[in-house]
C-alpha cells in the first residue's frame, strides 16, 4: 500500500497547489507480479532463468487512463538498469540467475502528481522446497496508489476509470501472461483472515494472562493475610514487581 502524500510534482509550484482537491484520498487497486522459468541444467548459470515482471490492474484492465508510463528499476547489473514502459500491457522480459527487488515506477498523466513507487521482489525459485523444475514460479501482489489531495484533473480521471480515455468500458490488456494471474483480492481476503485470527489467538493468550494475574494477586493476598496472623509487623511488607 502506497501512499502519495500532498507535495509538488514536476512544475508543481504554487499554481499545482491550487488546483489540488483538499481533503479527498483516492485509492487505486493494481497488482505487481513476475513470472518466471528455470531454463534446464544446460543454461547458461549467469543466464539460468528467463522472467518477466508486470505491473497490471486487478481485473487486468487497461491502466492507461492514468498512467503514463512506468519505469522497472532493475539490478544494476542487467544494463540498462532502468526500463521505460509507455503502454500496456506494462512487461519487461529479462534473464537472469539472481532474486532482487524490482522498483515499480508510475508517471501519471497528470505531471502535477509527482511518480509514485512500488516494489516487488523478483522470485526465480519456489519457495514451498520443491525441487528445481521447468514450472513457471508466480509470484503476485495486491497493492494500492493512494493519491493523498489529488490534481483536481487527475481526481476526475481516476473516478472515471477506463472509459475515461476511450469512451467506453475497460477492456482486457491482451498479454501471454494472461493465464498465471490471480485472484489476489481473494488473496488478500485470505490473508486479511488469518490477520483477524492471529488477533483473536493474541487476545485470547492476553485474556487467559490477565486472568492468571489476577489470581496470583489473590493468592498473594491470602498468603500475607497468613503470614499478618502469625507476624502482624509482616502485613505491611510492599508487594514485589
Keep these: 500500500m502506497v501512499n502519495n502524500s500532498f507535495g509538488s510534482g514536476s512544475g508543481g509550484g504554487n499554481s499545482g497547489a491550487q488546483q489540488r482537491v483538499k481533503g479527498r484520498v483516492f485509492v487505486q487497486p493494481v497488482v505487481c507480479g513476475s513470472v518466471s522459468q528455470w531454463l534446464g541444467p544446460d543454461a547458461d548459470q549467469f543466464r539460468s532463468h528467463r522472467w518477466r515482471v508486470y505491473l497490471r490492474g486487478v481485473r487486468n484492465e487497461d491502466l492507461s487512463f492514468f498512467i503514463d508510463h512506468v519505469e522497472f528499476v532493475l539490478h544494476e547489473t542487467l544494463q540498462p538498469p532502468v526500463r521505460i514502459v509507455r503502454s500496456p500491457p506494462y512487461e519487461v522480459e529479462e534473464y537472469g540467475w539472481g532474486e532482487f527487488e524490482i522498483i515499480v515506477r508510475i508517471h501519471f498523466v497528470d505531471k502535477l502528481e509527482k ?10 525459485f519456489p519457495t514451498s522446497g520443491a525441487r528445481l523444475s521447468q514450472e513457471p514460479v508466480v509470484s503476485e501482489q495486491y497493492d494500492e496508489v493512494i493519491l493523498s489531495e489529488p490534481p483536481e484533473a487527475l481526481l ?4 472515471a476509470g477506463p472509459r475515461s480515455k476511450r469512451g467506453k468500458g475497460g477492456e482486457s490488456v491482451k498479454t501471454d501472461l494472461e493465464r498465471y494471474f490471480t485472484d489476489v483480492r481473494e488473496l488478500e481476503k485470505v490473508d486479511m483472515q488469518a490477520i483477524s485470527a492471529a488477533r483473536d ?11 492468571r494475574l489476577a489470581d496470583l494477586e489473590r493468592e498473594r493476598e491470602q498468603l500475607m493475610d497468613q503470614i499478618a496472623q502469625i507476624d502482624p509487623s509482616a502485613a505491611y511488607l510492599p508487594a514485589s514487581h
Design 156 to 159: 476526475r480521471i481516476m473516478r
Design 201 to 211: 489467538t493474541v487476545q485470547l493468550h492476553s485474556s487467559r494472562i490477565q486472568s
Design 115 to 124: 511518480p509514485l513507487d512500488l516494489f516487488h521482489f523478483l522470485r526465480l
